[in-house]
């Protein structure tokens, strides 16, 4: 399509501003969903014939309608984040007229928008709807990063077409590279591939507005075009963020990069990495039945590490940490709890659940939100879900009103992460010279207690904030530091209003937390 992309524009489009945001990495608060989840359910409160779209996305005072609870962005606002990540909506490989699902990792035409989610998709009304749909959110004071696929393609891309041999990466026998599982290898050290991902980069953050790129398989895409993608996008806006997943999906060996672009890679250039280290020890691997801290109180001095910002292991800085739990990748953080303790009580999960927001919520990087597991998500025990259909996808909104408890919890935890920047460090320094260890405080077991020091630090209101946290499944009791400390957290109540003072010690709850803090 040949168009004039200035038509396209949306009333005020051009001349809406992106929210305010300091561009540091540790300042954001992200939640990622997918379009057609967010709001093809009825309990989405969104009107029939925008479901599933980008104009249902971009609707403003949506209800469910059993509970009248707000769903979609005011629900975000409400919930406080400050970012969404989309799942993939560079057009991919797909039939945009039928019905079916896809997550969308299978990209075709990297510079049009997805179809599948227009009101009419043989029309300009893509570019127009999914410029609503930014718009909105940026009104509503969230930003918007893309998740982008540039380390492969579908076979029906035009890029071997085009050039044939050039763009893709091959085996001596002409066969192509597969590192992704998926496909197609882009040869992004190619010179003209690489200057195809840095301006088409641009090319979404100017056109559209999308205010950051979360990179698929970013082990695929070579350092030196990440950095280029870095230098472009901050040359245009600073406040952007780049970040990506630091693998392959079948390792080193299957894939035709001289060097994979992981964690240690990555670590001290402005591109942030998913943390799989502390994920893996706040639940477990991904799938199946081997539980980690918040279910069975293992993995403590990895989950201590992941505090830290992964300073100690393998990140330069806490701003190189994506901190999550999960993500739309293998089971939902709750059916993960369901499937390693299936005898517990549903109480007794829904505290396993909070105990991991509440972690992340006080580690210093970047807090990362699977949508919905505010609410306790679940797609049946489904681990791969890509091509599922609506009913395992969804979101369900009319969880929040089951999940009350859970859903206040992380709405609290996240006003108090935003609140106190001495949960949102910027460097190594800061985080070692900030942040002590407890041992002493602590009962044996899984329990970890810390203390941060909020002198002299911009912002901050509290001279010293304390985080007690116990993995066991039964009450601990925990020695304070001299002094009236006010609480912040205890239970199932969180926020940044004060609960109450404590002194001596306190009992910590079964797979609890408890913050407190002198002023």
């Not at 992200?30 to 029939?48: K, L, Q």
């Not at 909105?136 to 540039?150: K, M, P, S, W």
Request: net charge negative; with cysteine.
């Amino acid at each position: 399509r040949i168009i004039d992309l200035r038509r396209t524009d949306p009333p005020g489009f051009r001349e809406h501003k992106r929210p305010p945001f300091s561009g540091r990495p540790t300042d954001a608060v992200v939640w990622e969903f997918h379009v057609r989840d967010f709001t093809i359910d009825p309990s989405s409160g969104v009107a029939d014939e925008k479901r599933g779209k980008y104009l249902g996305a971009a609707m403003r005072g949506t209800v469910s309608p059993d509970s009248r609870l707000k769903t979609c962005i005011d629900h975000l606002v409400e919930l406080g984040v400050t970012h969404v990540q989309v799942l993939p909506l560079q057009d991919f490989d797909n039939k945009e007229h039928e019905e079916f699902y896809d997550w969308g990792y299978m990209p075709v035409n990297f510079s049009s928008p997805e179809g599948w989610y227009a009101s009419n998709p043989r029309d300009e009304l893509r570019i127009r709807e999914l410029k609503e749909m930014v718009m909105a959110f940026h009104e509503a004071g969230i930003r918007v990063i893309l998740d982008v696929v540039y380390n492969h393609t579908a076979a029906a891309a035009g890029f071997e077409r085009m050039v044939p041999g050039y763009y893709h990466r091959r085996h001596r026998d002409g066969s192509y590279w597969n590192g992704s599982g998926c496909g197609n290898e882009i040869r992004s050290e190619a010179p003209m591939a690489r200057r195809f991902i840095v301006e088409n980069c641009r090319y979404w953050a100017e056109e559209f507005g999308m205010d950051g790129f979360r990179f698929d398989l970013m082990g695929l895409v070579d350092f030196e075009t990440m950095c280029a993608v870095r230098d472009e996008i901050h040359k245009f806006d600073p406040t952007l963020l780049v970040y990506g997943e630091p693998w392959a999906a079948t390792g080193p060996d299957g894939t035709g990069i001289e060097r994979i672009t992981d964690k240690w890679t990555v670590a001290g250039s402005g591109i942030g990495a998913f943390n799989d280290h502390f994920r893996n020890a706040l639940k477990g691997p991904p799938d199946g039945d081997e539980p980690g801290f918040i279910q069975a109180g293992t993995h403590r001095d990895a989950v201590i590490g992941g505090i830290m910002g992964g300073i100690h292991d393998w990140a330069h800085s806490p701003a190189d940490a994506v901190q999550y739990a999960t993500c739309h990748d293998n089971l939902t953080l709750w059916d993960k709890i369901d499937i390693c303790t299936p005898q517990a009580s549903a109480e007794e999960k829904i505290k396993m659940q909070m105990l991991a927001i509440g972690i992340l919520a006080v580690s210093q990087g970047m807090m990362f939100l699977h949508g919905g597991m505010e609410f306790g998500r679940s797609k049946f025990g489904h681990h791969n879900s890509y091509n599922a259909p609506d009913r395992v996808n969804r979101i369900d909104w009319r969880r929040k009103a089951l999940f009350p408890k859970l859903y206040d919890y992380t709405r609290g935890m996240i006003r108090l992460r935003l609140a106190h920047p001495v949960f949102r460090l910027a460097d190594r320094e800061e985080v070692e010279r900030r942040l002590v260890l407890h041992q002493d405080l602590c009962p044996s077991g899984p329990c970890i207690a810390f203390s941060l020091d909020g002198s002299d630090l911009e912002g901050e209101t509290w001279s010293r904030a304390l985080v007690l946290i116990n993995g066991a499944a039964w009450d601990r009791t925990f020695k304070l530091p001299d002094g009236t400390w006010s609480v912040y957290t205890y239970a199932i109540a969180a926020g940044n209003s004060r609960l109450g003072s404590l002194s001596d010690s306190v009992a910590v709850p079964a797979r609890g937390m408890v913050v407190l803090a002198l002023e």
